[in-house]
Every structure is written in C-alpha cells, then in structure tokens.
C-alpha cells in the first residue's frame, strides 16, 4: 500500500486552517470536477482530493492522521502501525463529500471501518438503486445487441470492511439507444433489508471511442477521403457505415468540407438519425518525377489562383 | 450441439419509456426529498402535474438529478447555483456537439 499525502494532495501546509482546507478543496473540486472538467484525468484527481478533504475536513479524521507523523511521503511503501487509532473516538458522522465513493486502500485501511459501520447502521426496507455506466459498440445501437458485461460492485465481506465484487450480468441492448441514455434493470439493485425488494440498477450507456465515426445525439458523422479528381469529376465511392459498405455518389465540384446527408442512416428509431458524410480531399504526394510533372501540367492547364478572395492580395 | 438457455436481463430505456414520480426519483439518486424540491423550483427539473404527489418526471431529469446531487454534494453548490450550472453545462454540451460537427474536436 502506498502512504497519500493528503495535505500535498490539496495543496496546503501541515498547519492549515480548518478555512484554508476547505478553500483549497473547493478551488481544486471545481477544477476537476468530472461533470466540468474535460482533462482526461480528471476523474481520478478528483477521486484523489475528495478522498483528501474527507479526511482533512473532520477534525477526528485529521487528528488521527496528522499523528502518524510527517515524516511519510506520497508513493512510499505503507502499513499502518497496529493499533494506530488506540485513542481515537470516530463518531462516523458526516461523512460527506465523497460518500460511498470507491476510496483508496490506504483510505480504507485507515478509515474504512468507521465509515462502513456508520453507514450500516441506517435502515432501508428497499434497497438501494445502483448506477453503473457500460461501454457499446455503435454497431449494438444499430442492430440491438445481446452482451454480457461485467461489473465491479462495493459490498461488504464478512468483517465489515468494503470490497469490490465482481458481477457478471447479460443484458439486452434495445436498438437504437443514444449515449448518455440509461437502461433500467429492475430488482438488479442491492438486496433491500427485510422483507423489502431490491434497489433497481440503472446502466448508462456510452459508445467506445471508433476510429471512423463520430456520434451527435441520432446522428452519425463519417470523414471520407477523396482523391482531388474524384471531388472535382464526381465518382461512385464506397463508403464504410455502422451497417456495412455502401456505394456513394459524389456529385462533381464537390468542396472538402461538404456534407452528404444520408437520411436516416444514423443510430434508428422514430425519427432515426442520419448518417453525415463529411468530404476531405487528399492531394496525391508529389514525390517523383512524373507525379511532379502531372502537377505542373495542371498549373499549366488552369489558370487559377486560390487566393482571390483574400483581402490585401497584392497578386 | 447443446442448446444453452441464456436469458437476458431486459429493461426499458428511462429516457424514452420511463417517467418517474418523486419518491422513484429520490430513490434512483439517492437524493433526499428537500434537494429535489427545491431543484424543482428553481426549475432545474420540470415535472409534469400539480403538486409534489401528481409530479411525473421525464426520463431525463434522472441525469439531471444526479448531476445536481454531484455538484452539491461535491462542489457544495446551493439550489440556484445548482440550476445556473446545469443550464450552463448544457449550453456547453451543444457547443461541444457543434465543434464536434465541424471536425474540432
């Protein structure tokens, strides 16, 4: 287990003010907050500060770790002393920012079973709904899809102390769900208490990232690649799409940048999305003598300066 | 060949088929009553009904919800700062889709 610096972490002196901590954690919150922030770590510092300011905002909490000194720093090998929190009074409350949160194991090795055995302490006749978000492929929006995913969910073992289990669930995927959409699996909670039923399980849906298409709501943007000729003549081109190749017609004069709507190609439904196909026009490399001869041919062959409609241009 | 049974879990899509009374909605956030009432008038949420028992919520103010539990519990944001956020967020989700549509990304 590595040792956390939780005071490095939000970045303020061993002898910080109750305020200071407090500013410190709201300052670094909104920053890498992962409903904010785009900064693909996010999530994770904003794990690390939350995790920090519960500790360091309670008094008992901070009491407690503050003795185990300050010669520790963020990374080294850690155990805690036996009995290091002899002495300590944990009254659980409170334990806010960060509740039920998946702490680290140095978290949970020093906090872990107070805060565990406040919060079995509260009653519930049905149990609670649980969240989790699964990653489709595009291809499962278009046709529906039948996946077996797995999921990692915060139980209790036999002592108490919070563990991660692993759950294996087949869920069909409906056609034509959107990210940021949420399947709701009744009873798939957690267990109720009693004789109550059990919490339902909400699974947000979002696409894996594809090297091809971009996704907007229903609609779905493809870039495609086109020799200059075949913008300028027109061609018949094969075009990938989430439901297999189809044969576009690109009209002549085609600019890089125009979009070809494809209606009703994107994700299904009513009304189904549409599928953009969106135009870049790549120039042969000019890297031997006769392609450098094809290109002077064509400067030869128009007379055409790109620049005309620039302001200032001299030529 | 043996034929194995699998069955699959079906539910339905919240943000098409579902909408969600007050009591269904604390329990799918883990929200207290209070913080629901009060996104409610600040018009962060917009339930459909008259009172606080006839509400019915679309299917989307589950994200919403949730969202707004996160800032306040996270960012200790009140109830109106609660609302401003959530419009702004969704100001910069249709940026964010429009430079995408133009290939920025």
Same mark, same amino acid.
Request: glycine letters at 10%.
């Given at each position: ?63 407690a ?18 009995d290091w929190d002899a002495g300590f ?21 020093l ?205 | ?8 879990? @079906?539910?339905?899509?919240? &943000? =098409? $088929?579902?909408? %969600?009374?007050? !009591?269904?909605?604390? @329990?799918?956030?883990?929200? &207290? =009553? $209070?913080?629901? %009432?009060?996104? !409610? ?8 009904? =008259? ?55």
């Amino acid at each position: 287990m590595k040792f956390k610096d939780y005071y490095e972490i939000l970045g303020v002196a061993r002898g910080a003010t109750q305020d200071d901590v407090k500013h410190a954690y709201r300052k670094l919150a909104r920053k890498y907050h992962p409903d904010v922030s785009k900064d693909p770590d996010a999530e994770a510092r904003f794990k690390e500060i939350g995790e920090a300011y519960a500790v360091l905002k309670d008094p008992e909490k901070r009491a407690a770790y503050d003795q185990m000194g300050s010669q520790w720093k963020t990374g080294q090998d850690f155990q805690p002393p036996p009995d290091w929190d002899a002495g300590f009074e944990f009254s659980g409350r409170d334990f806010g920012a960060g509740a039920g949160a998946d702490h680290s194991d140095f978290f949970e090795a020093l906090f872990g079973r107070h805060a565990r055995a406040a919060q079995r302490a509260q009653m519930h006749a049905k149990g609670p709904d649980h969240h989790a978000k699964v990653l489709i492929d595009l291809a499962d929006a278009y046709r529906g899809a039948q996946r077996s995913i797995s999921l990692r969910m915060p139980g209790l073992d036999a002592q108490g102390r919070g563990t991660l289990q692993e759950r294996k669930l087949d869920v069909g995927i409906p056609k034509g769900i959107r990210a940021g959409q949420h399947l709701r699996l009744a009873g798939q909670g957690a267990p109720g208490l009693g004789e109550g039923a059990a919490g339902d399980l909400y699974l947000e849906i979002a696409f894996k990232p594809d090297p091809q298409f971009r996704v907007d709501g229903r609609d779905v943007y493809l870039n495609l690649p086109l020799a200059p000729w075949e913008a300028a003549l027109g061609a018949s081109v094969a075009a990938p799409t989430p439901e297999g190749p189809v044969q576009l017609t690109i009209p002549p004069g085609s600019a890089a940048g125009r979009q070809l709507r494809l209606k009703g190609r994107g994700i299904p439904g009513s009304p189904p999305g549409d599928l953009y196909v969106v135009l870049a026009i790549v120039l042969p490399p000019a890297n031997g003598e006769s392609a450098q001869e094809a290109y002077r041919t064509m400067a030869k062959a128009f007379d055409f300066n790109p620049r005309t409609k620039m302001k200032g241009d001299p030529s | 060949m043996n034929p194995i049974a699998m069955t699959f879990i @079906q539910g339905p899509v919240v &943000e =098409e $088929e579902v909408h %969600l009374t007050l !009591v269904e909605l604390c @329990q799918a956030c883990n929200a &207290e =009553e $209070e913080h629901v %009432l009060a996104w !409610v008038f600040e018009g962060a949420l917009e339930p459909v009904g =008259e009172s606080p028992q006839d509400w019915r919520f679309s299917g989307d103010s589950l994200r919403r919800a949730r969202l707004a539990l996160r800032l306040t519990r996270d960012l200790e944001i009140n109830p109106p700062g609660v609302a401003l956020a959530l419009d702004l967020l969704d100001d910069i989700a249709v940026l964010r889709a429009k430079l995408q549509r133009i290939g920025v990304r």
